[in-house]
């Protein structure tokens, strides 16, 4: 009998810490993630000095952030996607790319 007590507090006590929501990440978490997406980009543009723009962030299920890398004036500007599972980031040109003047009805 005390076993089985024993067991249930067990069990009881994993599925209350299964049930704990999840802790935010800190402002230090946030910014390695900020800087490490920044340099993968920038490399993968291939431009020395590029400048790039903030993340621009998706639902998690989608598991990828974007930004514009700004090139040199003499190049067009490049749209990366960052892949946050595989730390990967792909390059494609993003020449003409601007908000449009005013909103779409």
Do not use: H
Request: one cysteine or more; hydrophobic letters at 50%; glycine letters at 8%.
């Amino acid at each position: 009998m005390r076993e089985a007590i024993v067991a249930t507090l067990i069990t009881a006590s994993v599925w209350a810490g299964a049930a704990t929501p999840a802790l935010a990440s800190s402002d230090a978490a946030w910014g390695e993630f900020n800087t490490r997406v920044t340099k993968a980009c920038i490399a993968a543009s291939g431009v020395r000095g590029a400048r790039a723009s903030s993340i621009i962030g998706f639902d998690d299920r989608v598991g990828m952030v974007a930004m514009l890398i700004n090139a040199d004036g003499r190049r067009p500007a490049a749209l990366c996607l960052y892949n946050k599972r595989t730390r990967a980031a792909y390059i494609d040109e993003a020449t003409g790319w601007r908000a449009p003047p005013r909103a779409i009805r």
